[in-house]
């Protein structure tokens, strides 16, 4: 017997948007999990979203022959930045091939305070550029965050923002809208630049940036094109 996916208390017009915390809605998910269990819905400003919070559940839902992947709400906003890249290509994933630091500290003197978040992201993301991409971002080398640690940390937020936006004040806030596009554009001109480098002349090195545009489909022999390469790129 089917019954109802549980769902908090809407408000018309807003429906749970009060349910979700503004600064951290990590807190509100984990929240309402434990008190709805392994499955339930939240009405976010018109749309209908499904969460569901146990190993069994996602694994039943990632078969293939009774579900379909959708992208759909900040995701879809996500195709922005990196189009059909892995996690947010339309359809079927054109390619998935079998993916498998050295790193740089200043000091900045006795006196300079030292903010542990500020200073894991820049070792994240020095890693991940170094390791997947054999590129050195030398995020130490300077006090302030690296352009490109901006410019992916304000769309992340600003996406998280707009799920609890109406459409009309998200329609008319075009400093918002300036900001996250150039964003968008000063990330994609950094992977370009990066696999424009790669490829001319050619260098030969083991990471992930020469796998996905020599590696191929073992079904179709299709290989990820540069825009491909260069979106996935965005998301490692």
């Given at each position: 017997m089917s019954v109802p996916i549980p769902q908090p208390s809407?408000?018309?017009?807003?429906?749970?948007?009060?349910?979700?915390?503004?600064?951290?809605?990590?807190?509100?998910?984990?929240?309402?999990?434990?008190?709805?269990?392994e499955?339930?819905?939240?009405t976010l400003l018109e749309?209908?979203?499904?969460?569901?919070n146990s190993y069994e559940l996602v694994n039943e839902l990632s078969d293939g022959?009774?579900?379909?992947?959708?992208v759909t709400g900040a995701l879809r906003d996500v195709r922005n930045l990196v189009g059909d890249a892995l996690f947010t290509v339309l359809g079927t994933v054109a390619l998935t091939p079998?993916?498998?630091?050295?790193?740089?500290?200043?000091?900045f003197g006795p006196n300079a305070i030292i903010d542990p978040s500020d200073d894991f992201t820049r070792v994240a993301l020095d890693t991940v550029?170094?390791?997947?991409?054999?590129?050195?971002?030398?995020?130490?080398?300077?006090?302030p965050q690296?352009?490109?640690?901006?410019?992916?940390?304000?769309?992340?937020?600003?996406?998280?923002?707009?799920?609890?936006?109406?459409?009309?004040?998200?329609?008319?806030?075009?400093?918002?809208?300036?900001?996250?596009?150039a964003d968008i554009k000063k990330m994609k001109d950094l992977a370009d630049e990066i696999v424009s480098t790669r490829k001319a002349p050619p260098i030969p090195k083991h990471d992930l940036l020469d796998i996905m545009p020599n590696s191929r489909d073992p079904k179709t022999n299709n290989g990820l094109s540069s825009r491909l390469v260069?979106?996935?790129?965005?998301?490692?």
């Open positions: 809407t408000i018309p017009f807003f429906g749970n948007v009060t349910s979700m915390e503004r600064e951290i809605p990590l807190r509100s998910f984990q929240l309402l999990a434990k008190t709805y269990g499955i339930f819905q939240l749309q209908m979203v499904l969460f569901v022959s009774r579900f379909k992947k959708r079998s993916w498998p630091s050295r790193l740089t500290s200043n000091s550029a170094y390791c997947s991409m054999s590129h050195r971002l030398n995020s130490f080398y300077s006090e690296p352009e490109f640690a901006i410019a992916m940390a304000d769309p992340l937020k600003e996406r998280s923002e707009r799920l609890t936006r109406p459409r009309l004040p998200q329609a008319v806030m075009y400093g918002k809208t300036a900001k996250y596009q260069s979106d996935n790129g965005c998301i490692f």
